[in-house]
Nanobody
Framework: QVQFVESGGGLVQAGESLTLSCTASGRTGTTYALGWFRQAPGKERDFVAGISWSGDRTYYADDVKGRFSITRENGRNTVYLHMASLKPEDTAVYYC??????????????????WGQGTQVTVSP
């Protein structure tokens, strides 16, 4: 099992920035890719960003490219989501995720092995 401690969510105004962090613990001997999904009220849980175990490959959903950046700190098993130019439509619960066995570029919900509890991000107009 992998457990997550997520932090950094909150209320911001449109145009502002916010950084989420997530530290994984447990089966950390496995080389997990880490990432983030989000779920807005009444909508499906969607992929936001992902990063490979080594940190040399990153993946983004089209609607966050150029605004969000994902990084990781392997010594602490921590992943960060740096969000800039936030929009009201970015309002959602953000979930930290880990995957180990699916192909590197595959980030569908079914490829995720572990999910965090989620942290709320609210962007006011």
């Amino acid at each position: 099992q992998v457990q997550f401690v997520e932090s950094g969510g909150g209320l911001v105004q449109a145009g502002e920035s916010l950084t989420l962090s997530c530290t994984a613990s447990g089966r950390t001997g496995t080389t997990y890719a880490l990432g983030w999904f989000r779920q807005a009220p009444g909508k499906e849980r969607d992929f936001v960003a992902g990063i490979s175990w080594s940190g040399d490959r990153t993946y983004y959903a089209d609607d966050v490219k150029g605004r969000f950046s994902i990084t990781r700190e392997n010594g602490r098993n921590t992943v960060y989501l740096h969000m800039a130019s936030l929009k009201p439509e970015d309002t959602a619960v953000y979930y930290c995720v880990a995957k180990a066995f699916s192909p590197p570029g595959q980030w569908g919900r079914s490829s995720i092995d572990y999910w965090g509890q989620g942290t709320q991000v609210t962007v006011s107009p």
